[in-house]
């Protein structure tokens, strides 16, 4: 059996690894572990930030090598910084550089475990998660006021994993640098705070307004000029105003708002 720790709040995990087997050690652990739970497992860093976005976990495992998958853990933890999202991020790595060590540490990596230890294993890195839990947790600003935190979770997992259902089912692929604004603009708009969209995600992702616009409308644009008619037909049911034959980002985000959850 994998540490317990006596708390009634789980700690939430996004495991990124793309090593097979370990990562199957670890999430069997989770699994094993009553107080602590999985929001994710990816091996590709661009479907790291959909579920950071959508899940804010309290704690994250990062392999730095990503060998097998997408991207690499140095640029995803430089991405984190700009996301705005309060996580502890426990590295974990074959790698024995200290400079690299040093670059994580400075990019935001808390704590960072060598595999090649001899005391290395999936039960040791959940089990220093969950030494760390309450002060993870007194440490973790919360993600809405007023909002439980486990209803917030859960609410969260329902429409992030509609949206991204969606996005998929038009073509707008999981690289696409505005997909990732998009899924944010629906959340962000099924919360009523339309007014606040292109300069919340501004701050989030340190870019400007008309940068992170003009990365919406050109995942659109993509999705419209390269997915089959009969897709965006069927899945895109609303009407089209604009003279270019495509939706507009504004448009585009309140149908889906409207799609995958009601507008408050």
Known sequence: MCYHVHMNKKLTILLIEDEPLEAQEIV???????????????NNTNKAMEYVTAFQPD???LDLELH?????GLAFLDELKNAEVSTYVLVTTHNISHVTHDSARQMGADFIMLKSQEDYSAKGVIAFLCS???????????ARVGADPETELKRRQTLAGKILTEL????????AVGRNYLADSIILLTED?????Y????EKYGKTEASIERAMQNSISRAWKTSHIDDLEK???????STRGMPTVMEFIHFYAEKVGKLT
């Open 235 to 241: 899945y895109y049911t609303a009407r089209i105003y």
């Open 28 to 42: 069997t652990c989770i699994e094993a572990t009553e107080e602590v739970q999985l929001v994710g497992v990816t």
């Open 199 to 202: 300069k919340t995600l501004a």
């Open 193 to 197: 705070r339309r007014e606040k969209i």
């Open 168 to 175: 998929n089912l038009i073509g707008i692929p999981s690289n």
């Open 59 to 61: 704690a994250i495992i």
């Open 132 to 142: 760390l839990k309450n002060v993870i947790h007194n440490n973790k600003k919360p």
């Open 68 to 72: 097998k998958g997408y991207g690499n």
